[in-house]
Structures are given as structure tokens and as C-alpha cells.
């Protein structure tokens, strides 16, 4: 599967962003969606998963209550929808599949595609 995220850009502290990734192939509903995000001089991290039908989620503590991850299999997307954003939300901002849900560590993912910047300002 291959994965381009848009949508990133420059916000305020409170704004709001909706990330988009798209897949190509058909094998997109049989994979478990992520997002990661990966700031300066940091190590990328977890943000968001959904499962391969889309009725399960699950969230880093970090962003919990603020952002939510949601898919749409007939377009082979998934959203990420991002409210309330602090400056410590700056990252480049990825997105990955798996066959495996429930993960969390970026060394499971063997493939990453081209990530979007978002700039959250004070």
C-alpha cells in the first residue's frame, strides 16, 4: 500500500487541522491505519490507529480527546481530525499501515510515505 498525507499546515494555539491520507491498492481494508508524527530533533511517535473496519480507535494520551482518526474504506482514506492544537503538537505528521492491530512502536512499520507539516503557533 502505498500512502500520501495532506492537509498539514500553520495554526494557532486552539486551531484546528484535518489531515488526510491517501492509499493506493485494493488491499486497503484488510490493513490497520496509523498515524505517527515525528518532531525536531525527536523520535517519531505514535499519535492514532484504527482498525481495518473503521468501529474501533485507539489514541496517545498526548492527543486524547482532541484528535480523532477516521477512514473510509470505499475511498481509501484515512483522516485525521485535530482540534484544540497546542504548540507541542508541531511535528511532520505520517501515516502507515499494518496488518496488525494494536501497535504502537514506529520500528513495526517497515514503509513510510511522504509526511505533512503541521506548525502549531502560541
Known amino acids: 500500500v502505498q500512502l500520501q498525507a495532506s492537509g498539514g499546515g500553520s495554526v494557532q494555539t486552539g486551531g484546528s487541522l484535518r489531515l488526510s491520507c491517501a492509499a493506493s491498492?485494493?488491499?486497503?481494508?484488510?490493513?490497520?491505519m496509523y498515524w505517527f508524527r515525528q518532531a525536531p530533533g525527536k523520535e517519531r511517535e505514535f499519535v492514532a490507529a484504527i482498525g481495518r473496519g473503521g468501529g474501533s480507535a485507539y489514541y496517545a494520551d498526548s492527543v486524547k480527546g482532541r484528535f480523532t482518526i477516521s477512514r473510509d474504506n470505499a475511498k481509501n482514506t484515512v483522516d485525521l481530525q485535530m482540534n484544540n492544537l497546542k504548540p507541542e503538537d508541531t511535528a511532520n505528521y505520517y501515516c502507515?499501515?499494518?496488518?496488525?492491530?494494536?501497535?504502537?512502536?514506529?520500528?513495526?512499520?517497515?514503509?513510510w510515505g511522504q509526511g505533512t507539516l503541521v506548525t502549531v503557533s502560541s
Open positions: 491498492g485494493r488491499t486497503f481494508s484488510t490493513y490497520a
Open positions: 502507515a499501515s499494518h496488518p496488525e492491530y494494536g501497535l504502537v512502536q514506529p520500528n513495526r512499520f517497515g514503509h
